[in-house]
């Protein structure tokens, strides 16, 4: 079982201090709903009894996670609690935090629809725009593949890699900030099953050949390929392990 957090996938630094601890753990009962909106929410001094923090810690926690969407603190109304629909769901402690409260399955497929809608398009434009360097650093990833051990960091990190190359290939900075996203998605692949790793790299070459060979229309199918079978791989032993 792969145990890497999706901190520690993209290689965030993230000192385990006072501050880190506070803004972790009101992040994930926010994300959890023990924090709802409209609840009333701790004033300073109780959480800086709580956690053992002085008052200028407990303030720059709320500062960042106001800064992720999940609070907001105004002069007259003190500190609340925002709706779901304010969170930034991109952010990578909020997707940790998020993963961590929902049912991993559930997770699963929700990252997958947005892994569909947004991959088989990237690969279509990377067809068009990519230059030799950029074909050359999905190739590298794709070869990265092939040698790494299924089961190891190595072996997340090249198809990270992979996919992350394409992203950047596709030439649209908007895109490159689903890397977060599609790297989370992977990583919880991973820990559903790390099989497809070797059923499906096949079809990781599949998309790079039609990438090279600058065909916009078979890349896009062959990245919705890649994905649906990996997808429908792990549903059917997602509904295995529950049977």
Known sequence: MLTLSPTALFGASRKRNLFAHVVEDLGSRIIRGDLKPGDPFPNEADLGREFGASRSVIREAVKSLAAKGLLESRTRTGIRVLPASHWNLLDLDVLGWRYAAMEPHAFFRELFEIRRMIEPEASALA???ATAEDIDAI???????ESAEKTTEAAIMADLDFHRAILSAAHNDLLLQMGKLIGVGLLVS???????YMVFLARHKDVLTAIRRRRPAAARRMMDRLL????????THIEAARE
Not at 139 to 145: G, S
Not at 190 to 196: F, G, K, V
Not at 228 to 235: A, E
Request: no cysteine; hydrophobic share 30%.
């Open 127 to 129: 067809a068009e725009r």
């Open 139 to 145: 190739d590298e990833a794709y070869k990265a593949m």
């Open 190 to 196: 991973y820990r559903i099953s790390t099989d497809p």
């Open 228 to 235: 649906s079978g990996t997808r429908d791989f792990l549903d």
